[in-house]
Structure formats: C-alpha cells, structure tokens
Nanobody, 122 residues
Framework: QVQLVESGGGLVQAGGSLRLSCAAS????????MGWFRQAPGKEREFVAA????????RYADSVKDRFTISRDSTKNTVYLQMNSLKPEDTAVYRC???????????????WGQGTQVTVSS
C-alpha cells in the first residue's frame, strides 16, 4: 500500500515556475514508477510525466517537454515536478500516481494522490 500526498501548487503568472512535490508513505515506494497527471475543468485527465523506479528513465507529454522536469529522491520518498515557463493552458489539478511502469495511461497506475491545484494567470 502506498499513500501519496501532493503539495506545491498555487497561483503563478504566465512564464513563472512552480515545483510540485509528491510525498509517499510505504516501504515499497522505491519499487514503483511514478507519474504526474493533470485534469483541467471540463477536460479529460492528461498524462504529464513519469519516472522509472530507479530514476534512470523518464517520459514526458509533448506539451510539457523542455519545460517540465520530473525527478525523485528515494531517500525522502518524494517525487518532484519542476514546472518552468508556465502557460495558462497548464492550469489544472495535478495528481501523482504510483505504478509498475512509466505508462502514459492512468489505468497503468495503482495508487493516486488527491491532487494540487495549479493556476497560471495570463
């Protein structure tokens, strides 16, 4: 069992930066790949980024590539999402998830956090 708690969301102007954190409880955190997904009002959930259990492999949605960076610190049981050059279209609730692989599909993850709101003003 893994419990996930996100933090770091907020309101930022376009072009600004935020760093999201996802703190995990449970001894098996280091064995899971971790992903970030987002969902804007009226839209479907969207894959953002994922990182392998070792941290050696990452994948990104085209819409965030070169702007967002996913990383993990297994000593702190935490995964991060550094978001730079934010755009209004990045506005959404961001949720982290844990699963067996860096799947871009939500169905590939077993555990989910509650989410943190990111709002980017123009």
């Amino acid at each position: 069992q893994v419990q996930l708690v996100e933090s770091g969301g907020g309101l930022v102007q376009a072009g600004g930066s935020l760093r999201l954190s996802c703190a995990a409880s449970g001894r098996t955190f280091s064995t899971y790949a971790m992903g970030w997904f987002r969902q804007a009002p009226g839209k479907e959930r969207e894959f953002v980024a994922a990182i392998s259990w070792s941290g050696g492999s990452t994948r990104y949605a085209d819409s965030v590539k070169d702007r967002f960076t996913i990383s993990r610190d297994s000593t702190k049981n935490t995964v991060y999402l550094q978001m730079n050059s934010l755009k209004p279209e990045d506005t959404a609730v961001y949720r982290c998830a844990a699963g067996p692989s860096t799947s871009p599909y939500g169905s590939g993850y077993h555990y989910w956090g509650q989410g943190t709101q990111v709002t980017v003003s123009s």
